[in-house]
């Protein structure tokens, strides 16, 4: 009997697999706070879900499936599938019946989980689970009645293409039952040539080696399949192609008299998880999922440091908009840009020290036109209203700086968008539609 207690080996690789999944993950929730608007939420969230199940399957891959197939330990595999901490689906149990050669419990979830499934080919894939178990039983004869259903649903389901590996296996199964040896030996062959090029695949390698050797005795190479029956032997004595590879020796040696099997029966009914729970427990994922980006956005908000002005004092405020004062914003600009939208107007003060802001030295504005972000000023010249582009085309977060209308000094300043922090070095800001312009410094021209 298999020995399934917990060891320290199989701990370490539960622990691995916790670990390097978070790892994977983790990293992937620093983009939340940079994402602006819902619709990039929606995509994030179902490339988020999409990468999730790679990232689990590569961690699963390399932590615990490698047990099995690249240490072709059922021991370690089975001590894993058994620990508490490590929830499976019904798969995972099929690797561990099939490498073990419990084929009852392997037929059970066969019949509970694969044969009635919606999927056809989900159900194909079942028979093809039970050729497996056929051929691995000595029931030879059972090989034919399952790819008879195989068969039925290919007839019936002309569209439909079998993946890889599934096609490979139908192929060496039907010309097997076949009798088709050459061919028998052609597919396994290629298998064996292509898998043993690949890490982390010595399960499979072993297993159509395992064929390769039945196939050499059906076709009398007997010399053949005892060396490839003994190497099997000798490289996994924890699985189950071990005994295998010994019942087939003692066929050849004729200690043991080879039989038919007695067909197999459902004996225990698998309780397979629905999907449709499946789907539900999904869509309470992804509600949960926004309900922690609107709650992450709100704390961020409120837990985020104010931004220090000199002296602690509050932003300058901005006039609410003077529909005479637009209406001279917009003269001096109305043969710039055929269509524009003036989000703000403010001014630059050098004296700031406390709270009045009574010295102003230039009158600013920022148009959009096209996407793009203009700084101008406004001045009056023999009672005329003109305007200076200072800067044209500004990018959001980067340091621009301009040269003030009547003084010889310069102004650096950032447009930062409203959702991010303002600098902390700055001298003061004004709230714009949509932005802080932030006034980073203002010096003396060189």
Wanted: net charge negative; glycine share 4%; hydrophobic share 40%.
């Amino acid at each position: 009997m298999l020995k399934t207690a917990t060891n320290k080996s199989a701990k370490k690789s539960i622990a691995l697999y916790y670990i390097l999944s978070l790892s994977l993950l983790l990293p992937l929730l620093i983009p939340l706070w940079l994402i602006k608007g819902s619709l990039w939420v929606i995509v994030y969230l179902l490339c988020f879900l999409i990468y999730t199940r790679i990232a689990i399957s590569f961690a699963v891959r390399l932590t615990v499936m490698s047990s099995l197939w690249k240490e072709l330990d059922a021991e370690k595999y089975a001590a894993i599938i058994n620990a508490k901490s490590f929830r499976v689906h019904y798969s995972y149990r099929l690797n561990l019946y099939f490498s073990t050669g419990d084929y009852q419990a392997a037929y059970n979830v066969i019949s509970s989980a694969l044969l009635p499934h919606k999927n056809t080919l989900q159900r194909i894939y079942g028979y093809l689970l039970l050729c497996r178990i056929c051929f691995e039983r000595g029931d030879y004869e059972g090989i034919k009645e399952n790819l008879a259903e195989i068969e039925h649903y290919l007839k019936y389901n002309p569209s439909l293409r079998l993946p890889k590996q599934n096609k490979e296996a139908y192929e060496f199964y039907r010309e097997f039952a076949d009798a088709d040896y050459a061919s028998v030996l052609a597919i396994l062959e290629k298998g064996i040539d292509r898998y043993s090029k690949k890490k982390g695949y010595a399960y499979i390698v072993l297993m159509r080696q395992y064929q390769l050797a039945v196939t050499k005795r059906m076709m009398g190479d007997v010399d053949e399949a005892i060396s490839l029956l003994e190497s099997i032997r000798e490289k996994a004595p924890k699985l189950v192609f071990s005994t295998l590879a010994q019942k087939q020796l003692d066929y050849i040696s004729g200690t043991l008299e080879e039989t038919t099997p007695e067909k197999l029966e459902v004996t225990e009914i698998e309780r397979v998880k629905s999907r449709r729970k499946a789907k539900i427990i999904l869509i309470v994922v992804l509600c949960i999922g926004f309900l922690l980006i609107i709650v992450g956005t709100i704390l961020g908000q409120l837990t985020a440091p104010k931004q220090k002005i000199i002296g602690q004092l509050d932003a300058p405020k901005q006039e609410n908009k003077d529909s005479e004062y637009i209406a001279h914003l917009e003269g001096a600009i109305e043969d710039d840009y055929e269509e524009y939208q003036i989000l703000g107007y403010f001014y630059i003060y050098t004296d700031y020290a406390d709270e009045t802001y009574m010295m102003s030295i230039d009158s600013l504005f920022l148009v959009e036109s096209n996407g793009s972000l203009d700084l101008h000023t406004l001045y009056v010249l023999n009672g005329e209203y003109g305007n200076i582009l200072n800067v044209k085309d500004i990018q959001v977060n980067q340091l621009y700086e301009y040269e003030i209308y009547f003084t010889p000094k310069k102004v650096e300043f950032v447009l930062t968008e409203k959702k991010r922090d303002i600098p902390e070095d700055m001298l003061y800001y004004y709230e714009i539609d949509g932005y802080y312009f932030c006034v980073m410094s203002i010096s003396d021209m060189e």
